[in-house]
C-alpha cells in the first residue's frame, strides 16, 4: 500500500522530468510582452498555453527553435523561444508547457508595469564555477529575503535581476552554462527576467547570444538600454575588444534622451570596476571613462546615477566626490572569493564599505513626490562558512535632496606640533545623516589648495571600520603645516544622500 502511494505521489514529477533539459525561464519583458525560453530535444511537439488564472489557460503560445552552435553540443538538443505579445501591463500571467503526456507544473510571471510605480530589482554577478555556492546563496539567502519577506523589502513587486557578467566559468563550454547557471539560478529564472550584461568568462561566445534575448537598441547585444518606471538601465560591454569610444558616445546620447524622457535615476552595469578594493588587477580604465561620463551627465542633469560592475569577487559601495553618482561591486553570487591579504589591495579614498563575502544586492524604488531608490546587501557567509547574514550595507539616493546646512568653523586649534579644525554640529533639513567632512587649507583665497581630506563616517576596509574613531565635526589635520602663515581653513559636509552643503566661511589658522 505504501509503495502505490508513494508511485501515485512520484506521477506528477515523472510526466514532466525530462521534459526540459533548461528552463524555462523568462527573457525580453515589457509592459505588454515576455519571451519564454527553455532547452528540450527537437523531436517533440510542445504546446505553450497561458493565461491570467491558473484556471484560464486559454491562449496558445507560437514559438520557434534554434540550433545552438558550439562544440559537443548533442545534435538533438534545440533551444525554444515562445514569444507571448499583447499582454496587459502589471499583470501576472500563467502558463504551463506540455509534450503529449508530458505535462509542465503551472509557471508564472508578471509583465513590467506602465508609468511610475513602486517596485524591485535585483543585481548578481560571478558565478563562474562555484555553482554549489550559488545554489545556497540562492536558496537559503536570496529566495527568503527576496521573494518571502515583504517586510524586509517593502513588499514592492521583484520585476527583474541584472547579472553583470561572468555566468560561468568558460562560456564556450555548452556544458557549463545547465551545470553553472541555469542549475543553481533555476528558483530566480522561473519567475522573473534575469538581464545579463557579457563578462570575460562568457568568451564572447555565440552560446551567450543564443541563450539570452537583450534588447536591440544598441550594437548586437554588447550594450542596450531599457526603461522600467522612472529608472532608465543601461547594460554595457567592457571586454577588451569593446572598450570604443563608439560606446562611450552611445552612452551620452542614452543619457541625454533619458533626461528629455524625465527619468529620476540612471542605472549602468557592466562586468569590468574602474577601481576595486579588493583586487587590484580587476581595475579597468575603460570602466573609469564610463564612469567619468555618468558623473558628468549626474552633474549637467542633477540626476542620480549608479553603476553596478562585477569581476572583484567581493562586495563594494563608494561614492563619487564629484558627482551624484555612486558605484557597486555587486559580486559574488558563486564564484570563488577574492579575501583580504591575497591579493595586491587598496584602500581607496571614494569607498566606505568592501566586504571579501558572498552575496547579492536589491534596489528599491518608490516613487512619489520625491522618488528614493534604496539599496540594500545581503551577504551569505564568507570563504571560512556559509550563513545568512541579512543586510550588511544599505544607503539611499533621493531624486530631490536638500543640501545640508552650511557649517561654521569654531576654532582651530595647534597643539603639540599638530592641527584641529572644529566645526559644528552636522544639520540637514530633510533629516538625512552625515556622510562626509571636506576640508581645505589654502593661503591664497583656495585658488590652489596646500591641504585638504574627506573624512567618511565609516570605512570598512580589511575586516574592520578604520573611521570608527574618527570625529567628523573635530578634525585632525595629517600633515604639519607652518603656523600664522596666513593659512585659511574651509569645510563642507555632504549628507547621506550625497547632497553637499555650501562652503563654510574662511577661518584663519
Same mark, same amino acid.
Given at each position: 500500500?505504501?509503495?502505490?502511494?508513494?508511485?501515485?505521489?512520484?506521477?506528477?514529477?515523472?510526466?514532466?522530468?525530462?521534459?526540459?533539459?533548461?528552463?524555462?525561464?523568462?527573457?525580453?519583458?515589457?509592459?505588454?510582452?515576455?519571451?519564454?525560453?527553455?532547452?528540450?530535444? %527537437?523531436? %517533440?511537439?510542445?504546446?505553450?498555453?497561458?493565461?491570467?488564472?491558473?484556471? *484560464?489557460?486559454?491562449?496558445?503560445?507560437?514559438?520557434?527553435? &534554434?540550433?545552438?552552435?558550439?562544440?559537443?553540443?548533442?545534435? @538533438?538538443?534545440?533551444?525554444? %523561444?515562445?514569444?507571448?505579445?499583447?499582454?496587459?501591463?502589471?499583470?501576472?500571467?500563467?502558463?504551463?508547457?506540455?509534450?503529449?503526456?508530458?505535462?509542465?507544473?503551472?509557471?508564472?510571471?508578471?509583465?513590467?508595469?506602465?508609468?511610475?510605480?513602486?517596485?524591485?530589482?535585483?543585481?548578481?554577478?560571478?558565478?563562474?564555477?562555484?555553482?554549489?555556492?550559488?545554489?545556497?546563496?540562492?536558496? &537559503?539567502?536570496?529566495?527568503?529575503?527576496?521573494?518571502?519577506?515583504?517586510?524586509?523589502?517593502?513588499?514592492?513587486?521583484? !520585476?527583474?535581476?541584472?547579472?553583470?557578467?561572468?555566468?560561468?566559468?568558460?562560456? +564556450?563550454?555548452?556544458?557549463?552554462?545547465?551545470?553553472?547557471?541555469?542549475?543553481?539560478?533555476?528558483?530566480?529564472?522561473?519567475?522573473?527576467?534575469?538581464?545579463?550584461?557579457?563578462?570575460?568568462?562568457?568568451?564572447?561566445?555565440?552560446?551567450? $547570444?543564443?541563450? $539570452?534575448?537583450?534588447?536591440?537598441?544598441? $550594437?548586437? &547585444?554588447?550594450?542596450?538600454?531599457?526603461?522600467?518606471?522612472?529608472?532608465?538601465? /543601461?547594460?554595457?560591454?567592457?571586454?577588451?575588444?569593446?572598450?570604443?569610444?563608439?560606446?562611450?558616445?552611445?552612452?551620452?546620447?542614452?543619457?541625454?534622451?533619458?533626461?528629455?524622457?524625465?527619468?529620476?535615476?540612471?542605472?549602468?552595469?557592466?562586468? =569590468?570596476?574602474?577601481?576595486?578594493?579588493?583586487?587590484?588587477?580587476?581595475?579597468?580604465?575603460?570602466?573609469?571613462? /564610463? *564612469?567619468?561620463?555618468?558623473?558628468?551627465?549626474?552633474?549637467?542633469? !542633477?540626476?542620480?546615477?549608479?553603476?553596478?560592475?562585477? =569581476?572583484?569577487?567581493?562586495?563594494?559601495?563608494?561614492?563619487?566626490?564629484? +558627482?551624484? @553618482?555612486?558605484? /557597486?561591486?555587486? +559580486?559574488?553570487?558563486?564564484?570563488?572569493?577574492?579575501?583580504?591579504?591575497?591579493?595586491? *589591495?587598496?584602500?581607496?579614498?571614494?569607498?566606505?564599505?568592501?566586504?571579501?563575502?558572498?552575496?547579492?544586492?536589491?534596489?528599491?524604488? &518608490?516613487?512619489?513626490?520625491?522618488?528614493?531608490?534604496?539599496?540594500?546587501?545581503?551577504?551569505?557567509?564568507? +570563504?571560512?562558512?556559509?550563513?545568512?547574514?541579512?543586510?550588511?550595507?544599505?544607503?539611499?539616493?533621493?531624486?530631490?535632496?536638500?543640501?545640508?546646512?552650511?557649517?561654521?568653523?569654531? !576654532?582651530?586649534?595647534?597643539?603639540?606640533?599638530?592641527?584641529?579644525?572644529?566645526?559644528?554640529?552636522?544639520?540637514?533639513?530633510?533629516?538625512?545623516?552625515?556622510?562626509?567632512?571636506?576640508?581645505?587649507?589654502?593661503?591664497?583665497?583656495?585658488?590652489?589648495?596646500?591641504?585638504?581630506?574627506?573624512?567618511?563616517?565609516?570605512?570598512?576596509? $580589511?575586516?574592520?571600520?578604520?573611521?570608527?574613531?574618527?570625529?567628523?565635526?573635530?578634525?585632525?589635520?595629517?600633515?604639519?603645516?607652518?603656523?600664522?602663515?596666513?593659512?585659511?581653513?574651509?569645510?563642507?559636509?555632504?549628507?547621506?544622500?550625497?547632497?553637499?552643503?555650501?562652503?563654510?566661511?574662511?577661518?584663519?589658522?
Amino acid at each position: 500500500m505504501r509503495q502505490g502511494i508513494l508511485f501515485a505521489l512520484l506521477l506528477p514529477t515523472l510526466a514532466w522530468a525530462n521534459l526540459f533539459h533548461v528552463g524555462p525561464y523568462l527573457q525580453r519583458p515589457g509592459s505588454n510582452q515576455m519571451i519564454v525560453k527553455w532547452e528540450a530535444d %527537437k523531436n %517533440k511537439s510542445f504546446s505553450l498555453k497561458y493565461g491570467i488564472s491558473k484556471d *484560464q489557460l486559454n491562449q496558445i503560445g507560437t514559438f520557434s527553435t &534554434e540550433k545552438l552552435q558550439g562544440k559537443k553540443i548533442p545534435p @538533438h538538443r534545440a533551444l525554444y %523561444k515562445a514569444q507571448l505579445k499583447g499582454l496587459t501591463s502589471n499583470k501576472r500571467y500563467f502558463y504551463q508547457i506540455s509534450n503529449g503526456s508530458e505535462v509542465s507544473p503551472i509557471y508564472s510571471f508578471k509583465t513590467f508595469p506602465q508609468g511610475k510605480r513602486n517596485f524591485s530589482f535585483l543585481a548578481l554577478s560571478d558565478g563562474q564555477n562555484g555553482y554549489k555556492a550559488t545554489e545556497r546563496v540562492v536558496r &537559503e539567502s536570496l529566495m527568503p529575503h527576496a521573494f518571502d519577506n515583504p517586510t524586509l523589502t517593502k513588499g514592492f513587486p521583484v !520585476e527583474m535581476a541584472l547579472f553583470a557578467g561572468d555566468l560561468v566559468q568558460n562560456g +564556450a563550454s555548452y556544458g557549463q552554462w545547465k551545470k553553472h547557471f541555469f542549475d543553481p539560478l533555476a528558483p530566480i529564472l522561473k519567475r522573473i527576467p534575469v538581464i545579463p550584461v557579457i563578462g570575460n568568462h562568457e568568451m564572447d561566445h555565440r552560446l551567450y $547570444f543564443s541563450f $539570452f534575448d537583450l534588447p536591440e537598441n544598441g $550594437f548586437k &547585444e554588447h550594450w542596450y538600454f531599457f526603461d522600467l518606471g522612472n529608472v532608465r538601465f /543601461i547594460g554595457l560591454d567592457t571586454n577588451t575588444r569593446y572598450r570604443k569610444k563608439v560606446q562611450l558616445d552611445w552612452l551620452k546620447e542614452v543619457l541625454d534622451d533619458a533626461h528629455k524622457k524625465g527619468i529620476d535615476f540612471v542605472v549602468g552595469y557592466f562586468h =569590468h570596476p574602474h577601481e576595486s578594493e579588493l583586487w587590484l588587477l580587476g581595475n579597468t580604465k575603460f570602466s573609469g571613462k /564610463i *564612469q567619468r561620463v555618468l558623473e558628468d551627465f549626474s552633474i549637467k542633469s !542633477e540626476i542620480p546615477t549608479v553603476h553596478l560592475c562585477g =569581476h572583484t569577487h567581493g562586495y563594494s559601495r563608494g561614492h563619487s566626490l564629484r +558627482a551624484n @553618482h555612486s558605484m /557597486i561591486t555587486v +559580486a559574488s553570487i558563486g564564484g570563488k572569493l577574492d579575501q583580504w591579504g591575497k591579493h595586491r *589591495q587598496r584602500d581607496y579614498l571614494e569607498y566606505l564599505v568592501s566586504l571579501d563575502q558572498y552575496g547579492w544586492v536589491m534596489g528599491e524604488v &518608490e516613487t512619489g513626490v520625491n522618488p528614493t531608490l534604496t539599496f540594500k546587501r545581503f551577504s551569505y557567509g564568507d +570563504a571560512h562558512s556559509f550563513y545568512d547574514m541579512g543586510i550588511k550595507d544599505e544607503f539611499t539616493l533621493k531624486r530631490y535632496n536638500e543640501a545640508p546646512n552650511k557649517p561654521v568653523i569654531k !576654532e582651530t586649534l595647534v597643539k603639540d606640533g599638530g592641527l584641529s579644525v572644529t566645526g559644528n554640529e552636522f544639520v540637514d533639513p530633510d533629516s538625512d545623516g552625515h556622510l562626509t567632512t571636506h576640508l581645505q587649507i589654502s593661503k591664497n583665497n583656495f585658488k590652489s589648495v596646500k591641504y585638504e581630506d574627506y573624512i567618511h563616517f565609516q570605512n570598512v576596509y $580589511f575586516g574592520e571600520d578604520k573611521n570608527r574613531h574618527k570625529s567628523m565635526t573635530d578634525i585632525m589635520v595629517s600633515r604639519k603645516l607652518p603656523v600664522g602663515k596666513g593659512y585659511k581653513a574651509r569645510i563642507r559636509y555632504r549628507d547621506k544622500a550625497l547632497g553637499w552643503s555650501e562652503w563654510s566661511n574662511s577661518f584663519s589658522i
